[in-house]
């Protein structure tokens, strides 16, 4: 998203090891503002990628996620501005709710279900049920995504590419679906927009592809 243009911080930690310093470096390069990156005694989480010839991939995790320990700046977000949840744990709740109250449009990955929570952005296998009083926004992989809503689905095809490593594909996705709602347009173009830079990021072997379309093709929407 700052590569297109948006203001964005970055909230989470590294650990106080080499790893760390080299993933908030990289951040700063792409434009992130890394100012509540906290830096965490001992090694920064990590995981090993098993990528298959098709694009999909095993993850192994190596060293325990910390995000549980983390500090949620409530006091910097003004009205106007979203917050996305990448990664969800029941102790952010009372901080999300904190965020909402104070203007943001906060958004989350399953089960990140709050009263003021607009959008529920994940996989197919993140959601255990639809919840009926937020959008769900449900990833299918080359399937496309399906948009549920008001107790209405709407479906929309992925954009056909070469897929070459599938990490990164829905945070790109709900990137450019985020993107699109800040700019105040319409859920489908954000959908659309979205499934336009989950289409760029699988088609390379990294999570962080250098560009992102900035318009997409016309996808039309299939109710089932």
Not at 62 to 75: C, G, S
Not at 167 to 195: K, S, Y
């Amino acid at each position: 998203m700052s590569k297109a243009g948006a203001r964005v911080h970055m909230v989470g930690y590294v650990g106080s090891d080499t790893a760390g310093q080299s993933m908030t470096k990289a951040l700063t390069a792409a434009g992130v503002d890394v100012d509540h990156v906290q830096v965490l005694c001992g090694r920064t989480s990590s995981v090993v990628l098993l990528i298959e010839p098709n694009g999909e991939r095993t993850i192994i995790g190596i060293h325990p996620d910390l995000l549980h320990d983390i500090t949620i700046p409530v006091a910097a977000v003004a009205p106007g501005d979203i917050v996305y949840f990448a990664a969800w744990r029941d102790v952010f709740a009372p901080a999300a709710q904190a965020l909402a109250a104070a203007g943001a449009l906060v958004t989350s990955v399953p089960p990140g279900t709050i009263p003021a929570m607009r959008y529920l952005i994940g996989s197919r296998n993140d959601f255990t049920v639809i919840p009926e009083k937020t959008t769900a926004i449900v990833t299918e992989g080359a399937n496309g995504v399906t948009v549920h809503s008001e107790g209405s689905a709407e479906h929309f095809p992925a954009i056909p590419t070469d897929v070459v490593d599938a990490t990164g594909a829905g945070d790109a996705f709900a990137a450019g679906l985020l993107w699109e709602i800040g700019r105040g347009r319409p859920l489908i173009e954000g959908v659309q927009l979205g499934l336009a830079w989950a289409a760029t990021a699988v088609r390379v072997k990294t999570s962080m592809p250098t560009d992102a379309p900035a318009h997409q093709p016309r996808i039309d929407k299939q109710t089932p």
